[in-house]
């Protein structure tokens, strides 16, 4: 496929964290010009510290600059940091592209001012850097899908903003399945459940299974749990005593809740 037209794009990243950077990392695997990326985060020094570690010093910017020169937005903040960013003002027609569990494409369009916005909530950054991810879209864009694409994205298009509920806790399960086995009875019962609302949810749980990793699943699973985030919900959930469907109810809550921040 050529990609020029593709990445003749300034893609902009707000909050260049561990699915951030993912992304970046992916994009200048597949050719993306590195001129052509920029970034943001919150001033951690661990997360200064790893984007030096892979060379993306120059990507560096500012969340002001970063609105005004981007012709791709990707938003990759945790759902709580959203609000407190402000207003973007952004031209109506640019593609800003929302990583962020929760947070609503009505939302997402009120504070960034454009009209054009992509949902997608994919597995965690892991499974982008080893190009396995799974991910739930919502919201159609033809430049979006070109970019999953390169990013070697498999996923499933949803037809209502709602059913994203049942992604945010798909994209959650390599993680659990550190922690269930999803051969038990207590999985086979969750998904079946679960796929009575959202019948899709069988065929991603079943690929979810396979980006358990084999090794080192505890630093796994911290890197795919954002604080306060749905995973962390749904652990939350195991480690009181409730059962798998219950804790997965749990990650349907806090997701919800994430769309009123
Ligand atoms: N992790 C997953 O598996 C996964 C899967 C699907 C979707 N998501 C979604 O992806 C998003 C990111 O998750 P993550 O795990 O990558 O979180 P993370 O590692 O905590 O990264 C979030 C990044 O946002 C930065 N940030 C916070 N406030 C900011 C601001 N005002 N301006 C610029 N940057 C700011 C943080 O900067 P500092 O580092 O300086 O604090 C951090 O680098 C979340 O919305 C989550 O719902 C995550």
Do not use: W
């Not at 037209?5 to 950077?21: C, P, T």
């Not at 695997?29 to 030096?52: A, H, M, R, V």
């Not at 003002?89 to 369009?109: C, R």
């Not at 038990?184 to 998904?191: F, G, H, M, P, T």
């Amino acid at each position: 496929m050529n990609n020029e037209k593709l990445f003749e794009n300034k893609i902009g990243v707000i909050g260049a964290g561990h699915i951030g950077r993912a992304l970046i990392l992916k994009l200048l695997e597949k050719g993306y010009p590195y001129d052509n990326i920029q970034l943001t985060y919150n001033g951690s020094i661990f997360t200064f510290s790893d984007i030096s570690d892979n060379n993306l010093i120059d990507m560096i910017s500012s969340n002001a600059e970063i609105v005004k020169t981007s012709s791709i937005l990707i938003l990759s903040v945790p759902p709580q940091s959203f609000k407190p960013i402000g207003f973007f003002d952004l031209p109506k027609d640019l593609l800003v592209i929302s990583f962020m569990a929760g947070i609503t494409t009505e939302t997402i369009k009120k504070q960034t001012g454009s009209d054009n916005v992509v949902r997608i909530i994919p597995t965690g950054p892991d499974t982008i850097t080893n190009s396995q991810a799974v991910a739930g879209v919502y919201g159609d864009n033809e430049v979006a899908k070109e970019l999953f694409d390169l990013l070697d994205f498999d996923y499933v298009m949803v037809d209502d903003e709602d059913k994203m509920d049942y992604i945010a806790i798909a994209g959650c399960l390599p993680a659990i399945y550190c922690k269930v086995d999803p051969e038990s009875d207590e999985n086979i019962e969750a998904v079946n459940k679960i796929s009575e609302e959202f019948p899709e949810f069988r065929d991603i749980a079943k690929k979810c299974e396979k980006l358990v990793p084999e090794e080192n699943r505890d630093e796994f699973v911290s890197r795919v749990t954002t604080p306060g985030g749905v995973t962390q919900a749904i652990l939350n959930g195991l480690i009181g005593g409730k059962s798998l469907y219950d804790s997965l109810l749990m990650g349907i809550e806090r997701n919800k809740e994430l769309s009123n921040n």
